[in-house]
C-alpha cells in the first residue's frame, strides 16, 4: 500500500472552493468546510494522512517537504483553483522526483484529457466518484486496470480507462469522522450561520433536483439520491459525539438531506434521542408536517437554495420549485423555530434589473435568518456552461472565476445586463437585506442574549466590509 498524502492545497487567504464545498471562491465571511471528499477514499487507506492547508494556516513552505514521506501524493482541485493546485504539484515533486501525483474533483471528472494535457506534472486522474478509484491506486495496482481512472503511461500517452460503475451500497463508505479526529484540528471549520464547534459529513450523494447550475450532482454525484442507512449514520453520529469535545451542531452536507423525507424523519427521530442539535441542505418544498417533526428532534437550521423570486427564472434553471411553495415553506419554518440560511444567485439566464429586484424583495419579505448571495458560475460539465457558450453569454476562452485574490467575479453577460451590473447588484442585494431596521434590530437581540455571538458577529461585521472592499477592487480593475 503506498503511503498516500490527501492534500487540500494553500491557496487564497480564506478561499472556500475545497473538498466538501460547492462554493469555490472566498465567501463574503470567512469559513471553512470539512475536507470531506478528500477524507472519503483517505479512509479507505491505512497509509493516508489528510492535510487541509486552508484552515490550518499552512503555507506552500509548509507543505512541500511533507511530499519526502510520501509515495503519492492525491490533491482536490476545482476549476477556480487548478493553475494554483498544479504549482503546488510541482514544487511537491520537486521535493520528491518519485513521487506520484493524482487531482479528483469535478475539475478533472470533466476535463481529465485537458486536465493531464495541461498539467505534465500530474500522473493521473480519478474521475467521478472516485473513493476506489483512488484505493485501488493506492494499493499498486495495474494503472490499465483501474475503471474510473485515465493516467500517463510509460511512453507518456493519456490513457482513459472504461468508467467505474456508481457505488450502490453507501454502507461501505468508512466514518470520515475518524479521519477528521486523526488529521484534523476540527475547531479549525467555522460557518457563521452554524454554531462553533460544529462537524460534516454527508449520509448519501447525489440530488434528484435538475438545476443546471449545480455543479456536484452533474460532475460526480449523479442525480439518483443513493444512502447509507440510517444505522450507519446514527452509529457516525455516536462516534462525533464521544470525540470531538465541546461539539455544538452536526451538520449533514448531502445536496438535499431532504429528498427522502421518510427517511430524514426516521434519522432525526434516531437524534432527538441522543440529544443532537443538526442541521441540514434542503429544498424549499419541504412539508409542514415532515418540518415539524424534525424541529421536535433537534433540527436548528436548513440551508436553502432559494436562488431567484422570479418563478420564470426557476424554470429557465430547471429548479423544479413554485415561488409560491418556497414562500409558504419558509413561513412555516418561521412558525416551527427553524432558522434558515437561504442562498441566492445573480445572473442566472433571464435576470434583469426588475426580477433582481424581484428577488431582493422576495428575501425581504420572506426574511432568511441569514442569506449568501453568489453570483452565477457556469462551471465545465453543467448544462449551464454548455448553454451559455452556445448563445454568447459566457467567452469560454476567456473565463475567470475569480479574480486575483480569490473574490468571485461575474463570468456571465447578456446584452440587456452586464457583467458588471450583475457584480454590483450583489452588494446592493446585502445592503438591502441587511441595512433595515427590522434586521439589525433582530441581529442586535441576538447579540444581546450571546455574548459568544456578539463577538463572532462583529468580527464577521469587519471581514464583510473588507471583503466589499475587495470586490469593488476587483470591478475597478
Known amino acids: 500500500m503506498m503511503r498516500t498524502l490527501f492534500l487540500q492545497a494553500p491557496s487564497f487567504d480564506g478561499f472556500d472552493g475545497g473538498a466538501g464545498s460547492r462554493y469555490q471562491a472566498r465567501r463574503e465571511i470567512k469559513s471553512f468546510w470539512f475536507p470531506t471528499w ?7 487507506i491505512p497509509t493516508s494522512k489528510l492535510v487541509d492547508a486552508p484552515p490550518h494556516n499552512q503555507t506552500l513552505a509548509d507543505v512541500a517537504p511533507m511530499a519526502r514521506d510520501f509515495d503519492m501524493a492525491v490533491l482536490h482541485t476545482s476549476t477556480p483553483s487548478f493553475a494554483s493546485d498544479i504549482k503546488v504539484a510541482e514544487r511537491l515533486k520537486a521535493e520528491n522526483p518519485n513521487l506520484k501525483i493524482g487531482l479528483i474533483g469535478a475539475k478533472v471528472a470533466v476535463q481529465a484529457n485537458e ?6 506534472v500530474v500522473d ?3 474521475r467521478n466518484e472516485f473513493d476506489f478509484t483512488v ?3 493506492a494499493e499498486g495496482r495495474d494503472l490499465s486496470s483501474i475503471k474510473g481512472l485515465s493516467y500517463r503511461n510509460s511512453e507518456g500517452v493519456i490513457v ?3 468508467d467505474r460503475p456508481i457505488l450502490e451500497n453507501m454502507d461501505d463508505l468508512p466514518f470520515v469522522s475518524e479521519v477528521y479526529k486523526r488529521d484534523l484540528e476540527y475547531k479549525k471549520y467555522f460557518i457563521g450561520y452554524l454554531k462553533h464547534p460544529y462537524v460534516s459529513f454527508y449520509t ?4 434528484k433536483s435538475r438545476c443546471t447550475f449545480c455543479l456536484w450532482p452533474q460532475t460526480v454525484g449523479g442525480h439518483r439520491y443513493r444512502t447509507r442507512s440510517v444505522g450507519h449514520v446514527i452509529e457516525e453520529i455516536k462516534y462525533v459525539l464521544a470525540n470531538f469535545p465541546g461539539l455544538k451542531e452536526i451538520f449533514f452536507d448531502d445536496d438535499t438531506f431532504t429528498d427522502d423525507l421518510p427517511r430524514a424523519e426516521a434519522i432525526a427521530k434516531e437524534l432527538g434521542k441522543l440529544g443532537v442539535t443538526w442541521s441540514c441542505n434542503a429544498k424549499a418544498n419541504v412539508p409542514r408536517d415532515s418540518l415539524k417533526v424534525m424541529a421536535e428532534n433537534g433540527l436548528r437550521l436548513l440551508l436553502v437554495g432559494y436562488e431567484s423570486g422570479n418563478q420564470q427564472i426557476l424554470h429557465n434553471i430547471k429548479k423544479g420549485m413554485r415561488v409560491d411553495t418556497a414562500r409558504q415553506f419558509t413561513k412555516d419554518c418561521h412558525e416551527l423555530g427553524i432558522k434558515i440560511h437561504g442562498t441566492f444567485i445573480m445572473g442566472l439566464p433571464g435576470e434583469t434589473q426588475e426580477t433582481i429586484q424581484e428577488t431582493i424583495r422576495f428575501a425581504i419579505e420572506t426574511n432568511p435568518h441569514t442569506i449568501q448571495v453568489s453570483l452565477a458560475a457556469p462551471y465545465p460539465g453543467t448544462f449551464l456552461y454548455d448553454q451559455a457558450a452556445k448563445e454568447g453569454w459566457l467567452d469560454v476562452a476567456n473565463t475567470d472565476y475569480v479574480d486575483a485574490h480569490g473574490v468571485q467575479i461575474a463570468p456571465l453577460a447578456y446584452p440587456h445586463l452586464t457583467h458588471t451590473e450583475i457584480f454590483d447588484n450583489v452588494e446592493t442585494f446585502y445592503k438591502k437585506f441587511y441595512f433595515r431596521a427590522p434586521k439589525i434590530a433582530s441581529i442586535c437581540g441576538e447579540m444581546v442574549r450571546d455574548r459568544q455571538m456578539l463577538v463572532r458577529r462583529l468580527r464577521e461585521g469587519v471581514e464583510f466590509f473588507r471583503f466589499l472592499r475587495e470586490r469593488n477592487g476587483a470591478k475597478a480593475a
Open 160 to 162: 482513459h480507462n472504461g
Open 38 to 44: 478528500l477524507a472519503q477514499p483517505a479512509a479507505l
Open 135 to 137: 484505493k485501488d491506486v
Open 115 to 120: 486536465s493531464l494535457r495541461d498539467a505534465p
Open 204 to 207: 448519501g450523494r447525489g440530488c
Open 124 to 126: 493521473w486522474v480519478a
